[in-house]
């Protein structure tokens, strides 16, 4: 079965490195920050072209450490996207804001700027823009309106470490940005681990305070915060692994172009990932369209293919978030790709046999439902 991803056949192409990390730090003696956070926070930053990086324990922590920072907070409200991962808008409401949704681009399942207008209110405070599937949302438009109506634009890059928008690196696009390093994400740790990265140097030390309780000296805590630090153990991981970051996104970006090649004009009713002429996508997930997408799914199964729905249910009709009071059919969009959206295998540690595998696997079971 050729599944989205394969972490074992990840962790033996640089074994060595990654286990000589690991070993150095369970060595060291520091297991909290100290200078492997370090280390890897002026990496990662220099990576992205920022500033300053900060080490966080998640991706969804991430989001809400900016958040506090940015001084966002119970009556404020944060307009974001309506097709994500909940943990976009479960940040918001953790930081104690209220989350407002907007619509998406069909084409590319990123957030709709001229909706987002809409939603402004004199409470606004962020827009929170997710760069979906690894494709960088509009950050010109949307960054555009942050600074017409004084907000901050902040950026979940959880799925987009890398991606591109007019040659400039996630991570750039807004006042802040948020980072997942959760296994399965393109540059994944061995276990939870996340950055919020800016070029504001004072958002970034008040962040790092928002990290370790919201402390400003010892035992004086001035801001609202938590425990979100980033484990040394997983900073040295991905110390090892961030070198070889970018000839992994050169592979996701081949098998990408394969997949496309091999299924263009194979049937009308398959939609298949809009180009990227706006910048670099680093397909996060190769996410396809089509109006039976589980009997599609079901058809690659049998040809030992594996698929996964993301997402199937819009963040806004998520039974917690009921009192907010959203009905069916404000977000048009995002619900027919919530009933369509398939992703299928395309990661960096697919053989090239595996990348034409997936597409006679979906050939065939296009054939099928198509027909059937
Ligand atoms: C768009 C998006 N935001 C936030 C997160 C949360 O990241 P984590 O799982 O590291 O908390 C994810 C992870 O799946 C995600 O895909």
């Not at 438009?141 to 959880?158: F, S, T």
């Not at 393109?186 to 800016?198: F, M």
């Given at each position: 079965m050729?599944n989205?991803a394969?972490?074992a056949?990840?962790?033996a192409?640089?074994?060595?490195?990654?286990e000589?990390?690991?070993l150095?730090?369970l060595?060291s003696?520091?297991y909290i920050?100290?200078?492997?956070?370090?280390?890897?926070q002026?990496?990662?930053?220099?990576?992205?072209g920022?500033?300053?990086?900060?080490?966080?324990?998640?991706g969804?922590d991430?989001?809400?450490?900016a958040?506090?920072?940015?001084?966002?907070?119970p009556?404020?409200?944060?307009?974001?996207?309506?097709f994500?991962?909940?943990?976009?808008?479960?940040?918001?409401v953790?930081?104690g804001?209220?989350?407002v949704?907007?619509?998406?681009?069909?084409?590319t399942?990123n957030?709709?700027?001229?909706?987002?207008?809409?939603?402004?209110?004199?409470?606004t405070?962020?827009?929170l823009a997710?760069?979906?599937?690894?494709r960088?949302a509009?950050t010109d438009?949307?960054?555009a309106?942050?600074a017409k109506h004084?907000?901050?634009l902040v950026?979940?890059v959880?799925?987009?470490?890398?991606?591109?928008?007019?040659?400039r690196?996630?991570g750039t696009?807004?006042t802040?940005?948020?980072?997942s390093?959760?296994?399965?994400?393109?540059l994944?740790?061995d276990?939870?681990?996340g950055?919020?990265v800016?070029?504001?140097?004072?958002l970034?030390?008040?962040?790092a305070?928002v990290?370790?309780?919201g402390?400003?000296?010892?035992n004086?805590?001035?801001l609202p915060?938590g425990?979100?630090r980033?484990a040394?153990?997983q900073?040295?991981?991905?110390?090892?692994?961030?070198?070889?970051?970018?000839?992994?996104i050169?592979k996701?970006?081949a098998?990408a172009?394969a997949?496309?090649q091999?299924?263009?004009?194979?049937?009308?009713r398959?939609?298949?990932?809009?180009d990227?002429?706006d910048?670099?996508h680093v397909?996060?997930?190769?996410?396809v369209?089509?109006?039976?997408?589980?009997?599609l799914?079901?058809?690659?199964?049998?040809?030992g293919v594996?698929s996964?729905?993301?997402?199937?249910?819009?963040?806004?009709?998520?039974k917690v978030?009921?009192?907010?009071g959203?009905?069916?059919?404000e977000?048009?969009?995002?619900?027919r790709?919530?009933?369509?959206?398939?992703?299928?295998p395309?990661?960096s540690?697919?053989?090239d046999?595996?990348?034409?595998?997936?597409?006679?696997?979906?050939?065939a079971?296009l054939a099928?439902?198509d027909?059937?």
């Amino acid at each position: 079965m050729i599944n989205l991803a394969n972490l074992a056949r990840e962790h033996a192409l640089h074994h060595d490195e990654i286990e000589a990390a690991a070993l150095r730090v369970l060595r060291s003696g520091t297991y909290i920050l100290g200078p492997e956070v370090e280390a890897f926070q002026r990496e990662f930053a220099d990576y992205c072209g920022a500033r300053a990086a900060v080490g966080v324990s998640n991706g969804s922590d991430a989001i809400v450490v900016a958040l506090q920072a940015l001084g966002v907070g119970p009556g404020d409200e944060v307009i974001t996207t309506a097709f994500s991962y909940f943990a976009t808008a479960s940040a918001v409401v953790r930081a104690g804001a209220t989350p407002v949704f907007a619509d998406i681009d069909l084409a590319t399942f990123n957030l709709d700027p001229a909706d987002v207008e809409h939603r402004v209110t004199p409470r606004t405070k962020a827009i929170l823009a997710v760069h979906l599937f690894g494709r960088a949302a509009d950050t010109d438009r949307l960054g555009a309106l942050a600074a017409k109506h004084n907000l901050a634009l902040v950026e979940d890059v959880a799925q987009a470490a890398g991606a591109e928008r007019h040659g400039r690196r996630t991570g750039t696009l807004g006042t802040v940005a948020t980072f997942s390093f959760f296994p399965a994400k393109p540059l994944g740790c061995d276990g939870d681990g996340g950055a919020c990265v800016t070029h504001d140097p004072v958002l970034a030390d008040l962040m790092a305070k928002v990290r370790v309780t919201g402390a400003t000296a010892k035992n004086v805590h001035d801001l609202p915060g938590g425990n979100y630090r980033l484990a040394p153990l997983q900073a040295a991981i991905l110390r090892a692994k961030l070198p070889h970051y970018e000839g992994r996104i050169a592979k996701r970006r081949a098998n990408a172009e394969a997949l496309r090649q091999g299924l263009r004009g194979v049937s009308e009713r398959l939609v298949l990932p809009a180009d990227d002429a706006d910048g670099r996508h680093v397909y996060a997930q190769f996410t396809v369209r089509h109006p039976q997408r589980d009997a599609l799914s079901a058809a690659l199964k049998k040809h030992g293919v594996g698929s996964e729905v993301y997402y199937p249910v819009p963040m806004p009709s998520q039974k917690v978030l009921a009192h907010l009071g959203h009905a069916p059919g404000e977000f048009a969009n995002t619900e027919r790709a919530c009933a369509e959206v398939l992703s299928i295998p395309v990661h960096s540690e697919l053989g090239d046999s595996e990348v034409v595998h997936v597409v006679e696997a979906m050939r065939a079971a296009l054939a099928e439902v198509d027909q059937g």
